[in-house]
Structures are given as structure tokens and as C-alpha cells.
């Protein structure tokens, strides 16, 4: 039943803080600290995901199947392949292809390095500035109508950079995107629909690592905490979406910059272990 309780208390973290730029993983390896019930694992972070990015394919069900069956359709019809979804659906595909191949390499690494919270608690104040930074000198004066093959790329790296938690996968993709002169819907849409493939694919992929990890959380909590975080993450989704539209990211910068300066302090003053 304990372990029960921690799950929906990590799925509730998890879908509140999957798609605001403040990181998820930081989230999930911070408060689990701070509670006293040690480091959940990289598996439960990548697999409780698998519920948010549900919730993604629900919210945005009309404009996956309207790119998916306009990329698929150009695979054999030529004059289709100039529409912007069949290039959509290309820019998704190479936009994921940074995140895909790195964390395959670095799968040891981020797993074991990346989740020391010394690293955290500086990812969490570096990219929160940075935001802050790109939101301010952002030009705002591009439709995701106008995107590119380079803004895909482009994006796509910055997105590989959250296999570091505290990143934030949102956060880095819509930073790019806000560097770029998108407007800051365009980038927020265009980094939920970008990291489908790879969140899935992640999650998937540690699905095997469940029941032999290094934490408490077997299959029970597991469930437990992705389904719990499908339902919170698709209110945040809609929430995130018209917040963004008429107001700018400086909460979740400052937001950050506590967070991390805390979590430092902390361990620092030996309240948190790395």
C-alpha cells in the first residue's frame, strides 16, 4: 500500500511537470530525495512517461493522424510531399533521431552520471536562464507553418540535450524554438508532438528493466503511477497551451533557478545526497 501511495504521489509530479519547461526527471529525482524513499530509477522515470506522452497522442490525436496519414500518403503519391504535414512528418522523424542515437550510447551514463544531483540542481539554474534568455530575445514573429528542415535539426539537438535531467525536454526544444523567432505556441506544440517518438520509444524500451531495477517500484506502482500521471499530465497540456499563448515562460525560469539553488543548498548543507 506504501509503495502504492509513493506511486500516485510520483505520477501526480510526473504529469504535472512532464510539459512545463522545469523538467520531469529533475522532479522525480528530487522530491523522492527530499521524502526519504531514495532515487526511483531511470526505468520508472522513462516508463511512468510512457502515460504523459498518452496523453499527448490523445490531446493531439487530429494533428498526429492528419501528419501521419499525409506522410505516409507521400511515401507514394509525389505531389503530397510538398504539404506541411508530410513535411511535418519527415521533421518529426529527423528532429528525433539526435535523442534516439545518443541515449542508445549514453544509455550507462545517463542512467548512472546524469543523475547526480549536483548535476541537476546546475541544469535546473543554466537552462532556466537560457529560457529566460530565449524567451526575451525571441522574435515571435514565426507560425509553425514556416518551419524547416534546420529548425527540425535544430530542435531535435536541443531536445537531446534532456537526456541530462534537469534539462527538461520541453524546456531545451522550446528554447531552440524561441532562438529561432517562433511564437511561443508554436514552439510549445511543436516540442509535445517531437518528443513523442522518443519518449515512447524510451519508455518501451526500459519497460524490461521494471522488475529487476534498483528501486522499490515493481509493476504495481509502476501502473500505478503512469496512469495517474496520463490524467494529470492531459489537463496540464491544455492548461500549458493557453497559458503560453498570452503570457511568457518567466515564472517557470524563476521557478527553476529557485529549485535548483535549493536542491544545491541542500546538498551542500548534507540534507540531500547525491
Known amino acids: ?12 509530479i510526473q504529469g504535472l511537470t512532464e510539459f512545463l519547461p522545469i523538467s520531469s526527471s529533475a522532479h522525480l529525482r528530487i522530491f523522492p530525495e527530499l521524502f526519504g524513499w531514495g532515487d526511483p530509477g531511470a526505468a520508472f522515470t522513462a516508463v511512468i512517461q510512457i502515460g504523459t506522452e498518452l496523453a499527448v497522442l490523445i490531446y493531439f490525436r487530429k494533428d498526429i493522424w492528419r501528419i501521419g496519414s499525409a ?3 507521400s511515401l507514394f ?3 503530397l510531399r510538398g504539404t506541411l504535414d508530410a513535411r511535418m512528418g519527415w521533421f518529426i522523424i529527423v528532429g528525433s533521431l539526435p535523442i534516439v542515437v545518443l541515449g542508445v550510447l549514453l544509455k550507462d551514463i545517463i542512467e548512472r552520471d546524469f543523475r547526480n544531483l549536483w548535476i541537476i540542481g546546475c541544469t535546473l539554474i543554466v537552462l532556466g536562464i537560457v ?3 530565449a524567451d526575451r530575445v525571441g522574435r515571435t514573429d514565426r507560425a509553425i507553418t514556416k518551419i524547416t528542415l534546420k529548425d527540425a535539426v535544430l530542435m531535435g539537438a536541443a531536445q537531446a540535450l534532456a537526456l541530462i535531467p534537469g534539462v527538461s525536454r520541453s524546456g531545451a526544444t522550446i528554447s531552440m524554438g524561441r532562438f529561432l523567432g517562433f511564437e511561443r505556441e508554436a514552439a510549445t506544440r511543436f516540442a509535445f ?17 521494471i522488475p529487476h531495477g534498483h528501486n522499490d517500484f515493481g509493476w504495481g506502482p509502476t501502473v500505478t503511477a503512469t496512469v495517474v500521471s496520463f490524467v494529470v499530465g492531459y489537463a496540464a497540456i491544455a492548461w500549458l497551451l493557453r ?3 498570452t503570457r511568457s515562460y518567466t515564472p517557470f525560469v524563476v521557478y527553476r533557478i529557485v529549485l535548483g539553488a535549493g536542491t544545491l543548498i541542500l546538498l551542500g548543507a548534507g540534507v ?3
Open 1 to 12: 500500500m506504501i509503495d502504492l501511495l509513493k506511486a500516485v504521489v510520483l505520477g501526480v
Open 71 to 73: 506522410w505516409v500518403r
Open 77 to 79: 503519391r509525389p505531389e
Open 131 to 133: 529560457l529566460g534568455i
Open 193 to 209: 508532438l517531437l518528443a513523442i517518438p522518443a519518449v515512447v520509444g524510451a519508455g518501451l524500451f526500459e519497460l524490461k528493466e
Open 243 to 245: 497559458y503560453v499563448s
Open 272 to 274: 540531500l545526497s547525491a
